[in-house]
């Protein structure tokens, strides 16, 4: 359950940008799990396995069966207005439907970060996994055509 958990952070996330009329135009497309931190430690069999393909307000997972089961399809929302910009996910498919996660988000060129509170309602603050506080940080890769 809480590697599934942690599966479903990693793949609702949004980039963020410079402006905050920019970010909803910087996330839709592919990107590939490079690499994922869970209570400060590495999650290795996840990196490159996971990918999400997002389009303005929807994320869909692929690439671990046992992720798609639990997180089938997930909305998000965006607050750019703050530094470092907010996301709010809700599981909308799968066995997690109306869960809801809260995190920040980071868009750099072709690397998106998100850092996720996977079991409680604290957001995350800095983009880091401390050891026991729940928290999945996840980097991304856009998939180059």
Do not use: H
Not at 7 to 29: M, N, Q
Not at 84 to 102: F, M, N, R, Y
Not at 108 to 128: A, H, I, Q, S
């Amino acid at each position: 359950m809480l590697r599934s958990a942690v599966l479903g952070v990693v793949l609702v996330f949004a980039p963020a940008s410079s402006r905050a009329d920019d970010l909803p135009k910087a996330i839709p497309g592919t990107w590939v799990v490079e690499s994922v931190e869970f209570n400060g430690e590495k999650v290795a069999d996840l990196a490159q396995k996971l990918q999400f393909t997002f389009d303005k307000t929807t994320m869909k997972l692929g690439g671990v069966e046992e992720i798609l089961k639990d997180y089938a399809s997930i909305q998000y929302k965006l607050d750019a207005t703050v530094t470092p910009p907010l996301i709010d996910l809700t599981v909308v498919q799968g066995a997690q439907k109306d869960a809801k996660l809260e995190g920040i988000i980071e868009v750099k060129g072709d690397t998106m970060r998100l850092c996720v509170k996977v079991v409680g309602n604290e957001r995350p603050l800095k983009f880091e996994s401390p050891e026991n506080a729940n928290i999945a940080l996840v980097t991304l890769k856009r998939e180059k055509n």
